[in-house]
């Protein structure tokens, strides 16, 4: 499929180390627990903590969600979830792309219900065309309309994921 190039390298590059200074900043203290949304964050999840100057731990969940990958998420399903106790913990989302919202909502919510003393979302983009759920993105890296995007760790069909730019797939 053809594509075309939308952030560099060096976009990616700078647009996380400003991210990184700014949870620096805002959780310097607060011994934060940053949990990665699986799989599409891997690459994003890596860099940015290596932004973050301040102590911080880390942990895992993966979202599933299914019928069709190009359109709107169908049910979503928790098929990992985190390991390390949330209860009290100053919580910051990662994930890679919010589109609907609905992935997102519900990760939430599911993590809401484990009590965290503050949860905040840190989403490398934020595609805000199909927008459904009310979802508050706190750190967004980039902000785009439309388009269906691949690289830097997100996926078309499992393809893509290996490309250090991002690109937007031209139908
Ligand atoms: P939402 O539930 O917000 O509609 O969708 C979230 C999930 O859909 C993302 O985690 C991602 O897996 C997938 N997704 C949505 N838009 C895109 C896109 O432009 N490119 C890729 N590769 N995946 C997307």
Do not use: W
Request: hydrophobic content about 40%.
């Amino acid at each position: 499929m053809e594509k075309e190039l939308l952030f560099s390298r060096s976009d990616i590059q700078k647009r996380v180390k400003e991210l990184g200074e700014q949870l620096s900043s805002d959780y310097a203290g607060k011994d934060p627990l940053f949990v990665g949304v699986l799989n599409g964050v891997v690459f994003f999840f890596a860099d940015l903590m290596r932004e973050i100057s301040i102590p911080v731990k880390i942990d895992f969940m993966r979202a599933a969600s299914y019928g069709s990958r190009m359109t709107s998420s169908g049910e979503i399903q928790i098929t990992k979830d985190v390991e390390k106790p949330i209860r009290d913990r100053h919580v910051v989302l990662v994930e890679d792309i919010v589109d609907t919202g609905n992935t997102l909502a519900f990760v939430l919510k599911q993590m809401n219900e484990k009590d965290p003393a503050s949860l905040k979302v840190c989403a490398l983009m934020d595609k805000v065309e199909r927008r459904q759920e009310e979802v508050t993105i706190d750190y967004a890296g980039f902000t785009i309309d439309s388009g269906f995007v691949v690289g830097y760790g997100l996926d078309y069909n499992e393809e893509y994921r290996n490309l250090p730019e991002i690109y937007v797939l031209k139908p």
